[in-house]
């Protein structure tokens, strides 16, 4: 103790070397008076100022720019759902959102109403190219691809849901509307490979109108697909399970 | 807005002013040199707070601002008389407080003598041990200023410490 007590003695005299008030003063002058004071000039960018005050606050920086990214984000999936095949956000929603949306759809009943919608698209989308003549060969080749995949996916998560239906006996009433949805589909298929068939024929925009619309009804189609999925099974005795 | 900034740096230099001299004295044992060096620093600061620059620790700021011009004045008194330096230590680029610099300094005896067994620690002690008892400094600030972890500083401190007690006699054997 006796020695900490000298440490602290000798701290405190080292702690007196001080600069005289003389050489504090004028040491503060020439501090002072040695860097031109900055004028304040207004700064062209209106902008800028703004930004400098925000990147002070780390907190509102990193705020602001993870709501930019996810403000960006939300931009790019609505406007790539809006996008017409052959435009370059297309593949984006091809490709990862329709792909991402069928993952976060979890059962197998959640998500067949999705894919069921999904075979359909390609027919619209090829109309749509019709009409405003953007309808090249490349093009023709991928759609005639896309409704042929997108109905094995589909024909897929049904085949998924069968099993575990066919578990339960009361389940069985299901399995004629099953078959008809698989029917359903097969014939999209079938008839978007006619479609392509008839690709040299003069009256193509004539066909799809006519014989597209009324022989394949993709939106009576998709109406009873939801409708089903919407009343779900009838059980014995009529009652419905939802 | 100036003015806020020209009061708030006159606080500043009120009170590490004479820390700052004071560290700079007792490394270049020149009064006019520390003085320079202490100008310097402030200078630095001044420089920053007008750029709006942000400082998150005025005192760290100005000892580190200090220990690199030391540095800088001894390399540049090294190419001038290479001789003279080489045969003094220079690990970090210091020399040890001049002797007779400190005797004919207004100092007690037992600061007198503390700072002398200060000099004669290891350069890698010295200067943990001269900030934490002289300017009463945490070890995250002598590590910021030396450029360590504070986490190597207080191992620098603790082995000082030691070293110190042992040759300056505040071990209790009354070597003193």
Redesign the interface.
């Known amino acids: 103790m006796?020695?900490?007590y000298?440490?602290n003695?000798?701290?405190?005299?080292?702690?007196?070397?001080?600069?005289s008030p003389e050489?504090?003063k004028s040491?503060?002058e020439?501090?002072?008076s040695?860097?031109p004071?900055?004028e304040?000039v207004p700064s062209p960018d209106q902008f800028y100022p703004l930004f400098k005050k925000i990147r002070?606050n780390r907190f509102v920086y990193y705020g602001l720019m993870s709501c930019l990214v996810i403000v960006i984000c939300v931009e790019i999936i609505l406007a790539s759902n809006d996008s017409s095949f052959g435009s370059f956000l297309y593949p984006l929603k091809a490709n990862i959102i329709e792909q991402v949306r069928s993952v976060l759809h979890f059962s197998p009943g959640d998500k067949a109403p999705s894919e069921s919608k999904l075979p359909t698209k390609p027919l619209i989308e090829t109309e749509t190219l019709i009409n405003q003549n953007n309808l090249d060969e490349p093009k023709k080749d991928t759609l005639k691809i896309l409704p042929d995949a997108q109905t094995k996916s589909l024909a897929g998560s049904i085949n998924e849901s069968r099993p575990k239906l066919s578990n339960n006996e009361e389940n069985d009433d299901q399995t004629p509307s099953r078959q008809t949805k698989i029917n359903d589909t097969s014939r999209t298929s079938e008839k978007s490979r006619k479609f392509h068939q008839a690709d040299n024929a003069k009256d193509t925009k004539e066909y799809t109108k006519n014989s597209f619309r009324k022989l394949l009804d993709p939106e009576g189609w998709v109406k009873r697909g939801d409708d089903f999925l919407k009343t779900g099974p009838k059980l014995k005795g009529g009652e419905v399970k939802h | 807005?100036?003015e806020d900034r020209?009061y708030k740096?006159?606080k500043i230099?009120q009170n590490e002013?004479?820390a700052i001299?004071?560290f700079c004295?007792?490394r270049v044992s020149n009064r006019e040199q520390a003085?320079d060096i202490?100008?310097e620093a402030?200078?630095r600061l001044?420089?920053s707070m007008?750029e709006e620059k942000?400082i998150l620790n005025d005192r760290a700021f100005l000892f580190t601002i200090a220990h690199h011009l030391i540095i800088d004045w001894y390399r540049k008194k090294k190419s001038i008389s290479l001789e003279n330096v080489m045969q003094k230590e220079g690990e970090l680029g210091y020399d040890r407080a001049d002797e007779t610099f400190v005797s004919n300094?207004?100092?007690?005896a037992?600061?007198?003598?503390?700072?002398e067994k200060i000099s004669e620690l290891t350069p890698v002690c010295r200067y943990p041990v001269y900030l934490r008892?002289?300017e009463n400094m945490s070890p995250r600030e002598i590590g910021v200023i030396l450029g360590i972890s504070a986490n190597v500083a207080s191992v620098r401190l603790n082995r000082g410490m030691q070293e110190l007690?042992k040759i300056?006699?505040?071990?209790?054997n009354g070597k003193i």
């Open positions: 006796m020695n900490d000298r440490l003695i000798g701290a405190g005299d080292i702690q007196k070397i001080k600069m050489e504090k040491t503060l020439h501090v002072l040695s860097l004071s900055p304040h002070k | 807005m100036k020209a740096f006159e230099y002013s004479d001299f004071r004295l007792i003085l202490t100008q402030f200078l001044w420089q007008l942000e300094l207004e100092l007690g037992e600061g007198r003598h503390l700072l008892y002289a007690r300056a006699g505040y071990d209790g």
